[in-house]
């Protein structure tokens, strides 16, 4: 290069084709700078699969942008002389390069963001900080849109993000079907009769059996198992993954989205948030897939209502949540919830079926669903008055498809209402007659859901009423549960009693998650 190049950081979360910081840059004064870097390996211990996938998707979308003709100057974990850092691997790019500017798209997180804006003041090259259009709605857009408004509703959100891309809108304005929303038809429990399709798997190949081998040599102490690694880590894997679930599963999708079976992990779900977070599938695009499923008969629209919903109505909500409250949001504690993380969400050791059969999918996958992930795993935490912070870094590091923006708001707001209800409108609590009723879960427990205090009583009874009890202050007025109490003073100073000392009992079990599993502490 005759001139000095332009400086393109891509993170490992945006391996795209088309983004930003890419189009309209040409191949002769471009260096595109991809940087493995143990800070964001170990921010949080992640999963070894999820460390796995990144790199693996990173050092793929590298060797094909070479094939492409760009100029890569690919920085591997085990560079010698690796400065660790996303800011310091720049610098060094900035001395072997000298370029004119740097152009980078806007982190997912925050504190990644906060870096990248301390760039101007650090390096003497133009640096253009430019906003991620992969996603329909910008930080600005939300900000208008949330300004002015007593409370925050997703529902109305995802209705102008319907409006705005005309997804399943029809020719007069009003929603498909007469509805905007079809989740009160998307609550079946799965009949073990039928039959659930296996989703794609992917062999490693030479480069991700080397990031394997890495990651296991490396990171050993890390939670999670890498023996069943099968995660799509380019685009084309990520497209036959998205065929495979317009083909086969779509059509029971929607039904069944909250199902639960024990020893059973994909279901009917897509599988594709992996692929979507990093990049490698256009969340527009799948939505306008399933659109037209829909359109010629090969899905019902209460299935592909709840596909689109989840993308361009949760997914991109809770990102502009994320930003419009952070940082904020990482300290939230509204319920004052001091309980540490028990032992067993790391071991899997514990008598509950559904405690361990989900912690168990989510060690051998990185993976479980988002029903397991807030009415079985974080409805535990909600009612056991967990620390928001312990089971944050929990969910951020045990999970492939996590990421701040995405984790922090499902699980502090959503799941443990300790944003004090901005995401909200009541805290998800439930007893085991919702696991029992979505699940066979308690089919084979040792404790039944049918008993409600006592030795052999599922450990969600007691602790509902536990919760509900300790929080009636905050909860008594909430339009949504604050019913509940009526039920809860005809019963009686003996029963409530039972409840509660049934409660205590089982909590003063909990034995603390020992130190260094999620921060190395």
């Known amino acids: 290069m005759a001139d000095k190049p332009v400086l393109v950081p891509i993170l490992g979360d945006q391996l ?74 720049v610098a060094r790019a900035v001395e072997r390069h000298d370029p004119r500017a740097i152009h980078i798209v806007e982190a997912g997180e925050w504190r990644v963001q906060q870096a990248i804006e301390e760039w101007p003041d650090k390096f003497a090259c133009d640096v253009e900080i430019l906003p991620d259009d992969r996603f329909l709605c910008s930080h600005a857009e939300f900000r208008d849109w949330a300004d002015g408004r007593k409370h925050l509703t997703m529902e109305h959100f995802y209705r102008e993000m319907r409006k705005k891309t005309g997804l399943l809108i029809r020719e007069d304005g009003k929603p498909e079907g007469g509805k905007w929303n079809y989740d009160s038809e998307n609550r079946e429990a799965l009949d073990g009769a039928l039959f659930v399709p296996d989703r794609p798997k992917f062999e490693p190949d030479d480069i991700t059996c080397e990031v394997i081998a890495l990651v296991e040599d490396t990171f050993g102490g890390h939670f999670g198992s890498l023996e069943r690694f099968d995660w799509p880590v380019t685009r084309d894997q990520a497209e036959k993954a998205t065929d495979a679930f317009f083909a086969e599963r779509i059509e029971q999708f929607g039904p069944y989205q909250d199902a ?23 969340p527009l695009d799948l939505c306008e897939r399933a659109e037209k499923a829909y359109q010629d008969g090969k899905a019902p629209l209460n299935s592909v209502e709840g596909f689109i919903r989840q993308i361009i109505g949760w997914r991109e909500y809770v990102r502009g949540f994320y930003w419009h409250y952070m940082p904020g949001l990482e300290s939230d504690n509204q319920l004052k919830a001091q309980r540490a993380l028990p032992e067993f969400f790391w071991t899997g050791e ?45 969910y951020l590091a045990v999970y492939a ?47 039944s859901p049918a008993k409600k205090t006592g030795d052999g009583a599922c450990p969600f009874n007691p602790l509902y009423w536990h919760f509900m009890d300790r929080h009636r202050d905050r909860l008594k007025s909430n339009h949504r549960v604050g019913r509940v109490y009526s039920t809860w ?19 003063d079990t909990l034995q603390p998650a020992s130190k260094g599993w999620a921060r190395g502490d």
């Open 350 to 394: 514990t008598d509950m079926r559904c405690l361990a059969d989900c912690i168990r999918s989510t060690r051998e996958n990185a993976h479980a669903h988002h029903i397991q992930r807030l009415m079985v795993l974080g409805n535990f935490c909600l009612l056991a008055g967990i620390n928001p912070r312990d089971v944050q870094d929990w």
């Open 401 to 447: 498809d996590a990421y701040e923006w995405v984790e922090l708001p499902n699980v502090s707001a959503m799941i443990l209402f300790a944003d004090g209800g901005n995401l909200a409108t009541k805290p998800y609590a439930a007893s085991g007659n919702y696991i029992n009723k979505m699940s066979d879960y308690c089919k084979e427990c040792s404790y």
């Open 16 to 89: 795209t084709r088309t983004l930003a910081s890419l189009r309209g840059r040409t191949k002769d004064d471009t260096v595109i700078l991809m940087m493995e870097v143990w800070d964001e390996a170990t921010y949080v211990k992640h999963h070894k699969q999820k460390i796995a996938l990144i790199f693996s998707a990173m050092r793929h979308f590298a060797a094909e942008l070479e094939d492409a003709g760009w100029n890569v100057d690919y920085i591997k974990l085990t560079d010698p002389d690796n400065a660790g850092s996303f800011t310091g691997e």
């Open 489 to 507: 003073d005809r019963m009686g100073d003996d029963k409530q009693r039972d409840y509660l000392e049934s409660a205590q009992k089982f909590l």
């Open 260 to 282: 639960m079976v024990h020893g059973s992990d994909d279901l009917y779900h897509s599988m594709l948030s992996t692929s979507i977070n990093l990049g490698l599938l256009d």
